[in-house]
């Protein structure tokens, strides 16, 4: 019968649009891929280009849909047009005095309070916010093959930062990546600027003049993103091991239902399977965790950033006040020191200048004993 | 506080302001862009971007009531609601504020009924729902994305949006039932059902044939005719108490007639006093806002001290100095009010 094979039609597309499993919290699990067809097949493909069709086309083309004479569109459109929506007020900054809508009242009411205050606090961090995002929109690549296909998916995924620090109890840090749907996994990994990459190892007072040759990101390469069920490791360099096992092991002792392996630099995000809103984790490091929201799937607008070397686009930072030296003040903090019974405190911030003028003589000899470490600020991302 | 956490207290008194426009347009009992237009310029609706200084506020706040206008072209909705939410969205795109300009998200569910709204109205040829439509498509409005709103797990952002029962579309179960094609089918199938009875069992006279397809038909159109009569009783008996109202603000008796004279289905009353209260529930000092609690000082360790240990309900007997100021100066001692201001006001 004709109803059952168009039920079964639509079973299959229910299985991948995505509706919420807790309503405003996440949706279901849904292959990215399919959803991308799903609304490729619904949309004709002048709807998401990103050129203008010429105004004669479209109203010829509407004539013939519906049927119309010409001289009822030219009606029509200036019945329907934007002039009929004009308000009569010009100015925009001030709330206009004859207030009828209530969002209008609210406003009028903020307005008035904020001018009994004597002090205007301008607040940096929403003068700037939207900064970052700003500098990107509306990019046109110089070079056309660098242009984003039409119909591409942009992923935007929250990052929290880490909890190590007691500041970021209380105040949910994360930064904010666009994907494209056809790029890898390792590409968002490449794109997560974490400070704990950066950190240097090893005890340094009696050294301070050597450089390090390293930072734990060339050291340490080894990561794994953890979505449903499945851990995507890194597998590009021979130093990365699977540093899933051993919780993969552990959950084959207990009660978990079996998790699968897959590697990151082999899986674009068309292949995935995933829920939109639900948090999911990335590890790098071996123990730095970092919550991972895949918070918005969409398809590229003509309006975005469409030159496909800016991505993954980072629009979004927290941004960290950077720890300035205990002695000066002025320059940010290079070293750290415990133990350390010259310092008022422990551990100690130090610049580099203050440092060796407060620790070492002129001839470079160690005074006092304390132990001395490079220290990277977390704020090194502003 | 973030711009972001500003903003959300406009939730209410937008939505307010969106049903009122929805009202008045259910009550001109018309799908018609004009009309709507008119309404808009009455209420001049695009001053509710007006007033805000920052480009960054202006774009959470346009964000916000796209949010929010976007539910009312979903089901469960009537028709002319949701098209009146078609003709809203389309009016608060081309009035924002913002460059680059801010979309609207529409998720694949939705789009369905989306088009299916659109092709109800193609078929009735409705020209200015298509036209405005395809305006909307042809200017690139429209986001298509997967949820109609950014997920990002925060407990504060979770709204609840309440649907009016004014702009509820009421569905006539007992027609949808009664549908022709479901009537052709169990004539069908009744017909069916005879040829086999008699070409395999020896006609029996005891059972007497039920003709189903008629039984149906009939019931169908009684209730019909009942639904019919009592809208008919009510609509009179409004009339009459409408006139009586003298005395009312002139909001309130609109606002009482459109309950009254709504979109063909039963209403339920006509007093203004029942109307408020449904108001209020819609918009907001309940249950519609986000689920963030309220900021009250918890109580400090002296006052605690004093009602557990000392004597609640005598004031406290000791006496402050300050060393640097005159005694006679009483001013100087009391705690210095930092004025907050206060978002929601419940009278308002």
Redesign the interface.
């Known amino acids: 019968m004709a109803e059952s094979s168009t039920l079964i039609c639509e079973e299959n597309q229910h299985e991948n ?4 499993e807790f309503m ?4 279901k699990e ?1 292959h990215i891929g399919a ?1 991308r067809d ?2 490729l097949d ?2 004709n493909p ?3 280009s990103y050129s ?2 010429a105004p004669e086309i ?1 109203d010829v083309e ?1 004539m013939e ?2 049927g ?1 004479e010409p001289k ?1 569109l030219e009606e ?2 200036s ?2 047009s ?1 002039d ?6 010009d ?6 005095s ?1 207030l ?12 008035d ?2 001018e ?1 205050l004597t002090r205007y606090t301008v607040d940096r ?3 700037y ?2 900064e970052m995002e700003m500098t990107s ?2 990019k046109k690549p110089d070079d056309l093959r660098d242009l984003i296909p039409e119909g591409e998916i942009i992923l ?1 995924f ?1 990052i929290m930062y880490p909890i190590l620090f007691r500041r970021f109890k209380f105040v ?1 840090a994360y930064q904010t990546l666009h994907v494209l749907g056809s790029q890898k996994l390792s590409d968002l990994r490449d794109a997560i600027c974490c400070v704990s990459d950066l950190q240097v190892f090893g005890e340094f007072s009696n050294t301070p003049d050597m450089v390090p040759q390293f930072i734990s990101k060339d050291h340490y390469k080894s990561a794994f993103f953890f979505f449903n069920g499945t851990f995507f490791n890194d597998t590009r360099f021979p130093e990365c091991q699977d540093i899933s096992k051993t919780t993969q092991e552990w959950t084959r002792t207990r009660d978990f239902p079996e998790f699968k392996t897959a590697k990151m630099e082999d899986t674009s995000f068309y292949d995935l399977k995933m829920k ?4 999911y984790l990335y590890t790098h490091q071996g123990d730095c965790e970092h919550v991972v ?1 895949l ?5 590229v ?3 975005d950033c469409l030159d496909i070397k800016l991505y993954p686009l980072i629009t979004h930072k927290h941004r960290v006040v950077t720890r300035k030296c205990s002695v000066c003040h002025l320059y940010i903090s290079r070293w750290i020191t415990t133990s350390d019974a010259l310092a008022p405190t422990d551990p100690c911030l130090f610049c580099d200048q203050c440092f060796r003028m407060f620790h070492y003589d002129d001839k470079g000899n160690k005074l006092g004993d304390f132990l001395a470490y490079a220290y990277v600020d977390p704020g090194t991302f502003n | 506080m ?2 972001k956490k500003l903003c959300e ?2 939730w ?3 939505k ?2 969106c049903e009122e426009l929805l009202g008045r347009f259910q009550q001109t009992e018309s799908v018609r ?2 009309e709507f ?1 008119a309404i ?2 009455e ?15 202006k ?1 959470y706040f346009t964000r916000l009531i796209f949010t929010i206008a976007y539910r009312y072209i979903l089901p469960p909705y009537s028709f002319q609601i949701r098209v009146g939410g078609l003709y809203m969205i389309y ?1 608060l795109y ?2 924002q ?1 913002i460059w ?2 801010e ?1 609207i ?1 529409i ?3 939705d ?2 009924d989306v ?1 299916k709204l659109i092709a109800d109205a ?1 078929s009735c ?1 409705h ?2 729902v ?3 439509f ?2 909307l ?2 200017s ?1 409005a ?6 109609p ?6 407990a504060r ?3 609840q949006h309440n649907v009016n029962e004014e702009f509820r579309d009421h569905k006539n179960r007992v027609t949808e039932l009664a549908s022709i094609e479901m009537l052709e089918e169990i004539a069908n199938m009744h017909g069916h059902y005879e040829r086999l009875k008699k070409s395999s069992v020896p006609p029996s006279s005891g059972v007497t044939l039920l003709n189903l397809t008629y039984l149906v038909q009939k019931c169908a159109f009684e209730y019909q005719q009942w639904q019919d009569k009592i809208a008919a009783e009510k609509e009179k008996n409004s009339k009459k108490e409408t006139t009586q109202k003298s005395e009312s603000s002139s909001r309130a008796v609109m606002l009482a007639a459109i309950k009254s004279k709504s979109y063909g289905h039963v209403s339920k009353g006509t007093k203004s006093r029942r109307h408020r209260q449904v108001e209020m529930v819609t ?1 907001g000092s309940g249950t519609d806002h986000a689920l963030f609690s309220q900021k009250r000082r918890p109580p400090s360790l002296r006052t605690r001290t004093w009602q557990n240990f000392g004597k609640p309900s005598e004031p406290e007997q000791t006496q402050e100095w300050l060393l640097s100021v005159m005694e006679e100066d009483k001013n100087a001692l009391k705690r210095k009010d930092i ?1 907050r ?1 206060k ?1 929601r ?1 419940n009278w ?1």
């Open positions: 649009v995505p509706v919420y405003d919290v996440n949706s849904f959803f799903l609304w619904v949309l002048e709807v998401y203008v069709t479209e509407f849909e519906m119309i009822t029509l459109k019945i329907c934007v009929s929506l004009r308000s009569g007020h100015g925009t900054d001030n709330v206009p004859d009828h809508l209530s969002t209008l009242k609210l406003r009028k009411r903020r307005q309070y904020k009994t961090h929403e003068v916010a939207n929109v509306g935007t929250n949910r939109v809103g639900f948090p929201i918070t918005d799937v969409r398809f607008h003509q309006d | 973030s711009r207290y406009y209410a008194p937008f307010s302001d862009y004009e237009s808009w310029r209420m001049d609706f695009s001053g509710v971007f007006f007033g805000t200084q920052s480009d960054h506020e774009r009016g081309n009035t504020l680059p300009k979309k998200r998720a694949l569910k789009w369905y088009q193609k040829q020209l200015d298509v036209y405005i395809k305006r498509l042809s690139k429209f986001c298509f994305t997967a949820m709103q950014k997920l990002t797990f925060e952002e979770r709204v918009s004025r201001f978002w006001n308002l």
